[in-house]
């Protein structure tokens, strides 16, 4: 099975500006990856290249096997923009309709049920556009990306208008759409949240692909912390194996030990680290 | 099919929703009206003129005031054909509107083909509306009828078919506010051209003549315009004919079958132009 989304030597250029610069990435089937970067690093551009919105300058993009951009490429992908607006005048249910038509769903009424329930906007469905708050407008946006069970679903800051509850509300959908095996890409400054959910992250500087892993694999060793009746005690070069000697000397040596942490560094801290202090 | 029907019928429910048409039947309703107080008003006292001889003034009202009707039918179809267009591209994507749209399998020709028809399906209905009615006040008030009837109302159709694709072509490169006054731009400066060609004819001036056929074919709304105006007094001879294609509100151009064909050719061309430009466009 081809890679839900596939990209690499992506360059885009826009004037002077080099917004990528051969970048390469691969998105599994029913894979969750994270997208982080400073603003300007390329990752909306990336995202909308893969939806056929922009024209790479060079480098292939493809998505489920067929070019981004193209008729295939499209029917396979659901796509939430950063910046979108819906027709303030439609209601909810009328623009699920709308989209199930273009998108060619055979879903109807149940479909809709379901995203509308998904997204908690079942009492939502009539109520037009224009009297929903913005995080209900973006939780309307994530539903319209469902529309035809995408196996590939775009999400550029698909967070950023929600309140905690949305967030999670949010969060466990996209587990919710892993276990389904959807592939996500998820774009997001919200560290904790691409922390949480995602199955490897990608950060982004300058257009190029700084930092790519797993959580785990990102996350480097920070020494042990073992606490004591005397305080806590840290050894910044000691390492997992190290814990079982530690709490031996401390106990010959008459202390009470009350635990034991293995430090790793957080995602923050690692991008922190691979942006450079850049400022998002 | 489905894709440019659903988006089609987008648009409509939008222009409904969005009370356009309310507004705009309203607007038309006061215009009609005041157009037969107009009309009363001079074929009551058109028999008290004594006009120049070999001049038949009911015909050369009749002529005149539907001449001005069919200016203010074409001026009322372009305002609406560019206010339904003039966003569809770079508007909406700058609002954010149309890129959840474009990402559907549908694509960007379907998109743009399916609004050109969508305000042809409500302008085209609405010239051919008001072009009636009007011509309907005049016969009933004035007892006169246009000499052809069927040819000018579809010209003026035309007229403002060729306005929408400017105004969609426009769209692909201009921001919302660029595009509708340039489009209004262009819309004046064919109507001058027009105006100068008839001018040109009054003074005999080849040059100004020259200049104005050439505007007119650039821009084959104006042609279509002065075709449809030509046509309503095609068998109207003498010094009446001769006095009413000195205009303002009549035709001193004839364009044919051949401006119909390059119209036809014109509007291909200009939407292929729009799609070039929109497929190639960043969103």
Known sequence: MPAALAVSGLTKRYGVVDALRGVALEVEPGELVGLLGPNGAGKSTLVKIACGLVRP??????????????????????????FFRFPGWTSAEELLVLHQRLAGSTGGERERSELLELVGLVDARNRRVEEMSKGMQQRLGIA???????????????????????????RTLLEELRRRGVSVLLNSHL????????DRVVILL?????????????????????????????????????????????????????GAHVLTSTLEEVYVEAVGGETQ | ???????????LREAVRRK??????????????LYWVGNRYVFRHVGDINPPSGVDARTFAGAFLFGMAMFGTLFLGVVLAVFLTLG????????????????????????????????????????????????????????????????PALELSGGVLVVSALSLLGSVFLSAIANGIAIFMVFGAGLVAGLLGNIGHVLNSHGLVHAAKIAAWALPFEALYEDALRAITAN?????????????????????????????????????????GFSRRDL
């Open chain 1, 191 to 198: 560290l904790s949240e691409i922390e949480h959910v995602c």
């Open chain 1, 57 to 82: 300058s060079s480098g292939r993009a493809e998505v489920c096997g067929s070019p981004a951009g193209s008729r295939e490429a499209r029917a396979a992908l659901g796509y939430l923009a950063e």
């Open chain 2, 20 to 33: 356009v048409f309310v507004v705009v039947c309203l607007l038309s309703l006061g215009f009609v009206a």
């Open chain 2, 88 to 151: 569809v591209v770079r508007g909406d994507a700058e609002r954010g509107l149309l890129q959840p749209l474009v990402v559907r399998p549908i694509g960007r020709a379907t998109v743009l083909g399916a609004r050109f028809l969508g305000a042809a399906a409500v302008c085209v209905p609405y010239v051919l509306a008001l072009y009636f009615a009007t011509m309907a006040v005049t016969g009933a008030e004035g007892s006169w009828w246009p000499d052809r009837i069927v040819t």
């Open chain 1, 144 to 170: 319209q990306a469902l529309v035809g069970t995408p196996r590939l679903l775009l999400l550029d800051e698909p967070t950023s208008a929600l309140d905690p509850v949305g967030r999670r509300t949010v």
């Open chain 2, 1 to 11: 099919m489905t894709g440019v029907l659903t988006i089609a019928g987008y648009g």
């Open chain 1, 206 to 258: 300058g257009g190029e692909v700084v930092t790519a892993g797993t959580p785990a694999e990102l996350a480097s060793p920070r020494g042990v912390e073992i606490e004591t009746d005397r305080g806590t005690e840290v050894y910044p070069a000691a390492n997992r194996d190290d814990v079982p000697r530690l709490v031996d000397e401390l106990v010959r040596d008459g202390r009470r030990i009350y």
């Open chain 2, 236 to 276: 109207t001879s003498g010094l009446t004919g001769f006095l009413l294609r000195l205009g303002p509100f009549g035709g001193a151009e004839q364009g044919g079958v051949g401006l119909r064909l390059w119209s036809v050719g014109y509007l291909v061309v200009v939407g292929a132009v729009a799609l070039a």
